[in-house]
């Protein structure tokens, strides 16, 4: 059982299912959309066929514990949250599928990522892959956190694609703690969840890179100054992932919680800036 009194999520906020649509997949948008930069564009490229199989593993891992809690708001918050990440899922595979028929290689990187999880699912019980899940929603609040906050990160992003990066990042920001909550709700260990977090981190960030060398090598754009540009992107002082570094440490805390110290504002003022790409009107269902 973890050390800290129980965290719930702050006031306003409600994890809440939007049916979007988006401009891109009518539009379209140029194969480097990101700043013109191959490296750039192809990173987040590749990240977005994680997508498909990452949510499935993290709802199915959220699935099968979830009738062992007695917490009803919890249990409803599970399902928005799978409600979120299926619809995460089939916007991604859009913006995949458009990718694709610009002549990228997103299967094989979808491929790589999915022998990954499975190699994941067949090594770990139940409460691992719970725990591998809380890492990898941490990995992914993380980057929420740093693209809903630094605007330079995604600078010169064609708008159409920007927009649907943005709305994953308020929901993952949105949900950052359901499968923690459920962890901590089934007293998972604390030893069992930073272990675990080593691993799954490693295995994604080692992927997306090897991913990334692959696409730019198959444009032909590896040994360029725009990758040294990209490398000072992801890993120089004020670069992504260099900013996952203070976070990342955090989650070694016994007091650990995702919503300590996270700024909820953020969700609302994408929601003021984006309505326009919402369906299904949930305003009413959020602060
Ligand atoms: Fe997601
Ligand atoms: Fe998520």
Request: neutral net charge.
């Amino acid at each position: 059982m973890e050390a800290h009194p129980a965290i719930r999520r702050p006031d306003g906020v409600k994890v809440t299912f939007r049916r979007m649509k988006f401009d891109f997949e009518d539009q379209g948008f140029e194969r480097y959309w990101m700043d013109g930069s191959a490296f750039k564009s192809l990173f987040w490229t590749q990240l977005s066929a994680a997508f498909a199989p990452g949510e499935k593993f993290f709802m199915d891992s959220a699935r099968a514990l979830k009738d062992q809690i007695r917490d009803p708001q919890l249990a409803e918050e599970i399902v928005e949250f799978c409600r979120q990440e299926g619809h995460h899922t089939a916007q991604h595979l859009k913006f995949d599928r458009m990718n694709a028929e610009k002549g990228i290689d997103v299967e094989g990187c979808r491929r790589r990522f999915t022998v990954l999880l499975d190699r994941a699912r067949g090594n770990l019980d139940p409460m691992e892959m719970l725990a591998a899940t809380c890492a990898l929603e941490h990995f992914t609040a993380c980057f929420a956190d740093q693209y809903l906050t630094q605007p330079e990160l995604s600078a010169g992003a064609d708008p159409k694609v920007r927009a649907l990066w943005a709305w994953h990042a308020a929901e993952e920001a949105e949900h950052r703690a359901t499968c923690y909550d459920l962890y901590e709700q089934l007293e998972g260990r604390y030893g069992q969840r930073v272990t675990t977090a080593i691993g799954a981190w490693a295995g994604i960030l080692a992927a997306s890179l090897y991913n990334t060398v692959v696409l730019l090598r198959q444009d032909n754009k590896l040994m360029t100054r725009d990758t040294l540009a990209g490398l000072w992107y992801l890993a120089g002082p004020r670069g992504l992932i260099t900013r996952f570094l203070p976070p990342f440490a955090r989650y070694f805390s016994p007091r650990f919680h995702p919503w300590r110290g996270a700024d909820p504002a953020m969700i609302a003022r994408w929601q003021a800036e984006n309505r326009k790409y919402i369906q299904n009107a949930p305003e009413s269902k959020v602060a």
